[in-house]
Each structure stands twice: as C-alpha cells, then as structure tokens.
Nanobody, 123 residues
Framework: VQLQASGGGLVQAGGSLRVSCAAS????????MGWFRQAPGSERGFVAA????????YYADSVKGRFAISRDNTTSAVHLQMNSLKPEDTAVYYC?????????????????WGRGTQVTVSS
C-alpha cells in the first residue's frame, strides 16, 4: 500500500490543523492506520492510531484530548485533527499502515510508511 501525507503547515500556538493521508494500492480497510511524528534531534514517536473499522483509537498521552484520528474507508484516507496546538507539537508527521493491532504504538510494527508532512507551531 502506498501512503501520501498532506495538510501540514505553519500555525500559531492554540490553533488547529488537520493532516491527512491518502492510501492506494491495496484494500485500505484491511489496515490499522497510525500517525507518528519526529522533531529535529528526536526519535520518531507515536501520536495516534485506529483499527480498520475506526472503532478502536489509541493516542499518546501528550496529545490525548487535543488530537482526533479518523478514517474514511470509502475514500481510503485517514485524518488527524489537531487542536490546541503547542510549539512542542512541531514535527514532521508520518502516516503508517499495518495489519492487526499488535504493537500499534510502535513504529517497528508498521509495514508501510508515507513521506512526512511538516507541522510547525509558532509560539
């Protein structure tokens, strides 16, 4: 499956942004979808994930209550709505796909990755 992230940009602290990921090449509904991010000088970290039905959702503690992950299996897209953004949310955001829910919070369990999209939050 091929993944393409979009929607990043520059936003002021407290603002909102939605990043999206378009999938192609396989049946999108088979995959657990995740978002990860990597800030300069930091390791890539888990942000959010949801199962193929969109029922089970997982969030990093740092974004819980501010970010919301969703998917549309009819358009093969997954979205990450980011609200109340903070400067520490600044990073390159990556979408990823895997089969099943094992290790959903760990990037090494994901088989497919898209190119990232830059999100910059100014203070």
């Amino acid at each position: 499956v091929q993944l393409q992230a979009s929607g990043g940009g520059l936003v002021q602290a407290g603002g909102s942004l939605r990043v999206s990921c378009a999938a192609s090449g396989d049946t999108f509904g088979r995959y657990t979808m995740g978002w990860f991010r990597q800030a300069p000088g930091s390791e890539r970290g888990f942000v959010a994930a949801l199962d193929w039905y969109g029922d089970k959702k997982y969030y990093a503690d740092s974004v819980k209550g501010r970010f919301a992950i969703s998917r549309d299996n009819t358009t093969s897209a997954v979205h990450l709505q980011m609200n109340s953004l903070k400067p520490e949310d600044t990073a390159v955001y990556y979408c990823a796909a895997k089969r099943g829910l094992a290790g959903v919070r760990f990037g090494r369990y994901y088989n497919y990755w898209g190119r990232g999209t830059q999100v910059t939050v100014s203070s």
